[in-house]
């Protein structure tokens, strides 16, 4: 796992042409990693049938609103997995 | 929805309140669980269908007849019925 609670990360931008667990509105933003979650099969292979899956760190990644939204006082956090994201 | 605005509010029960608006929705919900148990479907396979619906179904439909929509889609392109 590269990332550690505390770890700045940057979501990929890209937009797959099958099923991924990136919501759109965090892709291309920085969050920080505030959960190491354990390692968990990406749903990115498990949808299309691609066996096995790939099996990966997956995080817990808080994003401020305003950065997100360009308002606002609050946070989101997702559940993101490790090649969703980059080092910012 | 998708954390795209002009959707409005979430619905959401109080805690330990009846999670079905009708008998109809468990009875999709134990479909889906029973055939997930029996290895026909997944959940990221049954979450892919949902987006794959076509957008005028997605948007006019209840959370959980989206969820029949998509298990209508797979255990057809799986052959299965």
Redesign the interface.
């Known amino acids: 796992m590269s990332y550690q609670p505390g770890s700045r990360v940057r979501v990929r931008a890209g937009d797959p042409d ?2 991924t ?1 990136v ?3 965090v892709r291309g933003h920085t969050g920080e990693v505030v959960a190491v979650l354990g390692h968990w099969t990406l ?1 990115d292979d ?4 691609i066996t096995p899956p790939r099996t990966e760190a997956c995080y817990a990644v808080r994003f401020s609103a305003a950065e997100l939204w360009g308002s606002g006082d609050h946070t989101v956090t997702v559940d993101l997995w490790e090649s969703y994201l980059d080092r910012p | 929805m ?3 605005a002009g959707f409005g509010p979430v619905p959401a029960g109080e805690d330990g309140g009846v999670p079905f608006a009708a008998d109809w929705e468990a009875h999709v919900y134990a479909l889906a669980k029973m055939l997930r148990r029996r290895g026909v479907v ?1 959940d ?2 049954l ?2 269908a949902i ?1 794959r619906l076509p957008p005028q179904q997605y948007l006019a439909a209840s959370y959980y007849e989206r969820w029949l929509g998509a298990l209508e889609l797979l255990v057809a392109e799986k052959g299965l019925i």
Do not use: L
Request: no cysteine; net charge neutral.
């Open positions: 099958h099923h667990r919501p759109r509105y749903p498990s949808a299309r049938g | 998708g954390g795209q997944n990221d396979e979450r892919d987006e």
